[in-house]
């Protein structure tokens, strides 16, 4: 057994908790006389260290999986375990890999972490949007509209969901023992059609619109009060109700429009429209009048577009065309930090927003973008305080405003066809929300909070890649397996494919004994031809005890085939064995790049003798070890251990000669760990003394020899090892917003910690650094070391000052200062508290 920590139970150390590698806890216990012996408690994460608190409580701290908050027993649980664990605290670290998938195709990224280690080694789905956490779930298809009532028109909470079906009504009623449970019958409710819309109304009164009547119950004696029915041969099709309004449409283009007056409902004025209404809705905008609206507006059938009338007239003052093949599905009023909105949504996903002015229904700045492919549905809720949008569809989104801008952000659920909100106390608010096969009631996370899902692996991922011809999720882990009879740890290697969408197991291939996978990727090799396969890519070496280095390594290609709709099986093409080990790979314009111990060489996939296989066509081999190789168009961009940067060129003569060819080099020694290409002249990298650096091409330079030379640009300490920078972002692409920055990288460090690098204009980097410098020299320094101090570049052989890096962790610390110092920082900067608030919460969105 491998120990690794040891606490204390006992003052008098008559009791230890052991952990070990395997995540195994164990009770030794020393008696006065006589032998020691053991209690196995249960399995925990692999513990960094222990503490015994107190009354049977530990906590667990764990660098390679959650930590934990456990409680020991006496009896043994369901799993046999001496243990319960209460309490996870999430922990990402550490991050040996992870890539950016779109794979909802909403234009925000999602990341894919491989985190952790040994047995707690997991895959772990990161993104940006609203989380709901469920609390109940009912089966209950074919619901067509769903409601939340209060028990009077003042109370301050929500008793009763009303749920609409083809025909048929049906009421759950929250209990005194909070639990929801149907009734049969409720104060004259039509439980015998479909509602089309309910709400409470104004002096303890409801009204429930179905397709023949439009019924004023009165709940104080429980009866309808006041009922109204269309014309012989009409039907109401879509309605609207507001605290003291209702608004129905007929058949034909007809439009009625209510008034609630006492105990009755007044009709007050029709009219005829020139096209079919499709939705109406009347939701009050005027804050200091939140009863009443002096406008509907109405979605229309026959061509795509919403007007707006002005109520009691019925007299039209907008008429706005929506460019688009499906019909209005939704239309709301809103109104969001004192500015109005009109927002559309269609029958194939697209919304459309305007800024709408009530007193000229003037609509203005109109903004479209896509939310899916299916209808959506518009509904209004409040969540701390502030007004939100929910917009029900395949691929739900809640809306919401910041600095005056409309934002958006995806709900971790899928295929939402209504929502409502739902209050069962007044201190908690809950959203129910229904899909074809029931509803589900759940409380919201914080907006734009960052939502983790993990996928336990029980083993270490190294690598991942996504393979879009596939749909599938390739990853590289190993298994730590203890030899039965020494004891010594070996591992064990794999390559498994996932299904990119369930996370499901398809297939795996173990690497043989005593092999280790290092690098992971996707190459299509025929880049003409828009259907030809894309092949996984697997590099190893082979460690032995007795060698310094690998001697010996493996090139596997993998093809995924689809032998089912849901059985996507592994099959080895090719396997080319190599002298050394292969730490890097990536694809290279219908070639592969492999970085082979000391050389970087180029592959071809050709057929010979009938068999497709992979061809050494060139190599490069003046370095030392090369860890990484990234590819931009010809170029080559390649990460030594020890040599820093090289970026080589790929050239064929004309004689069919095919060569890399040196362009230009990092000569300072820098301990690599990662690079990327921030476009074709620029490059970033990390270092093992946890700076990160740019590099420029000397393209423009007339002496040769400084052409050859890379030239360092940039220096920055970010103080954390980072494993892994790739191009991405996990922000919602937000097209009403012009972005901030012309690109985002994130990058994955051995902490568990995920980091955004932005570019940005020299406008804007000239102003954030006056920022910088304001909001350091605010702070003061800690413990006598200064912000610019702690940031400056430094590795055993140089240091030099911070250069085109800006601090944003330090710039979004200016949100949390004191209003007094905010206000000399802005007037250092000659700007208003408020303007100063805005430009910082908007660096705020880049992640």
Wanted: net charge negative.
């Amino acid at each position: 057994m491998n120990l690794l920590i040891i606490a204390a139970v006992d003052d008098d150390g008559s009791r230890y908790l052991i952990g070990d590698v395997f995540g195994q806890l164990i009770l030794i216990v020393l008696p006065d006389t006589g032998d020691l012996y053991t209690h196995f408690l249960g399995k925990i994460s692999v513990p960094s260290s222990l503490l015994y608190l107190d009354h049977s409580y530990v906590f667990v701290g764990s660098h390679f999986g959650d930590s934990q908050l456990i409680r020991l027993r006496q009896d043994k649980n369901e799993q046999g375990f001496l243990l319960d664990i209460l309490e996870k605290f999430i922990n990402l670290s550490p991050i040996q890999d992870f890539c950016v998938v779109n794979l909802e195709r909403q234009g925000q990224g999602q990341v894919i972490t491989c985190s952790g280690g040994s047995r707690d080694g997991s895959l772990r789905i990161i993104r940006n949007g609203v989380g709901i956490t469920v609390q109940a779930t009912l089966d209950m298809s074919g619901i067509n509209g769903i409601w939340s009532l209060r028990p009077r028109f003042d109370a301050d909470y929500d008793d009763m969901l009303v749920i609409s079906f083809i025909g048929a009504t049906r009421i759950l009623k929250l209990s005194q023992g909070e639990e929801l449970e149907e009734i049969d019958q409720y104060c004259g409710f039509d439980m015998t059609r479909s509602t089309i819309s309910t709400a409470n109304i104004i002096g303890n009164l409801l009204a429930q619109v179905t397709e023949t009547s439009v019924r004023l119950i009165d709940l104080n004696n429980q009866r309808v009060t006041s009922e109204w029915n269309p014309p012989a041969l009409s039907k109401i099709t879509v309605a609207d109700i507001n605290p003291t309004q209702v608004v129905v449409a007929l058949g034909g283009g007809n439009l009625v429009y209510f008034e609630i007056k006492g105990l009755d409902l007044v009709e007050i004025k029709s009219t005829t429209l020139e096209y079919e209404i499709s939705c109406v809705n009347i939701s009050p905008l005027d804050i200091n009048k939140p009863i009443n609206s002096t406008v509907v507006a109405v979605g229309l059938w026959t061509i795509i577009g919403v007007q707006i009338l002005r109520l009691p007239t019925l007299e039209i003052i907008a008429n706005q065309p929506l460019e688009g093949t499906a019909i209005t599905r939704s239309v709301l009023l809103t109104t969001f930090e004192y500015n109005h909105y009109l927002i559309a949504a269609l029958g194939d996903g697209q919304l459309f927003h305007f800024i709408f002015t009530p007193e000229t229904g003037r609509l203005s700045e109109k903004k479209q973008l896509s939310l899916g492919t299916q209808p959506i549905m518009l509904t209004s809720f409040t969540s701390n305080g502030m007004n939100h949008v929910f917009a029900a569809s395949d691929r739900p989104t809640v809306i919401y405003s910041s600095n005056k801008k409309l934002l958006y952000s995806n709900v971790n659920t899928k295929d939402v066809t209504y929502m409502c909100p739902f209050r069962p106390t007044p201190m908690a608010t809950s959203l129910v929300i229904t899909h074809e096969e029931g509803l589900t009631i759940g409380s919201i996370d914080e907006i734009q909070k960052l939502h983790i899902r993990t996928i336990p692996l029980n083993e270490m991922p190294r690598r991942i890649f996504h393979q879009e011809y596939s749909n599938t999720i390739g990853i590289l882990t190993t298994r730590p397996v203890p030899d039965p009879e020494t004891g010594i740890q070996e591992h064990l290697s794999f390559f498994k494919i996932l299904d990119d969408q369930s996370f499901e197991f398809y297939d795996w291939s173990e690497m043989l004994p005593h092999e280790w996978v290092h690098c992971l990727t996707s190459v299509k090799f025929d880049q003409e031809k828009e259907a030809a396969p894309e092949y996984y890519i697997v590099g190893t070496s082979f460690v032995f005890p007795n060698e310094p280095e690998s001697e010996r390594g493996r090139i596997l290609v993998f093809h995924v085939d689809k032998e089912a709709e849901h059985a996507h099986k592994l099959r080895l093409v090719h396997q080319k064995e190599v002298r050394g080990a292969v730490f890097t790979c990536a694809p290279f314009n219908g070639k592969l790049l492999a970085g082979i111990n000391s050389k970087v060489i180029v592959l071809e996939w050709n057929s010979q003798e009938g068999e497709e296989q992979l061809t050494e066509v060139c190599s490069y081999r003046e370095l030392t070890m090369a860890l990484h190789v990234v590819s931009r168009g010809h170029f080559v961009i390649v990460g030594d251990l020890m040599r820093s940067v090289t970026l080589l060129a790929y050239k064929e003569t004309e004689k069919g000669e095919k060569m890399l060819e040196l362009i230009s080099k990092d000569y300072n020694q820098n301990w690599l760990l990662a690079i990327e290409a921030l476009d074709d002249e620029e490059f970033i990298a990390s270092d093992a003394d946890h700076n990160l650096f740019t590099l420029r091409k000397n393209s423009d330079s007339t002496d040769e020899e400084e052409r050859k030379k890379l030239e360092e640009v940039g220096a920055f300490h970010l103080g954390d090892q980072i494993n892994r920078i790739r191009h991405g972002s996990l922000a919602m692409n937000n097209p009403d917003i012009e972005p901030i920055a012309s690109r985002t990288l994130l990058f994955c460090t051995v902490s568990g910690a995920i980091g955004v690098i932005a570019t940005i204009s020299e406008e804007r980097f000239n102003f954030l650094q006056k920022l910088e410098h304001c909001i350091d020299k605010t702070i003061g320094p800690i413990g006598g070391l200064t912000h610019s101090d702690w940031r400056v570049f430094q590795n055993e052989y140089r240091s030099r000052e911070v250069r085109d890096f800006i601090d944003g962790d330090l710039i979004e610390s200016f949100l949390d200062l004191p209003r007094k110092d905010m206000a000399e920082i802005a007037g250092t900067l000659g700007k208003k508290v408020d303007d100063l608030l805005k430009i910082v919460e908007e660096y705020t969105r880049i992640h």
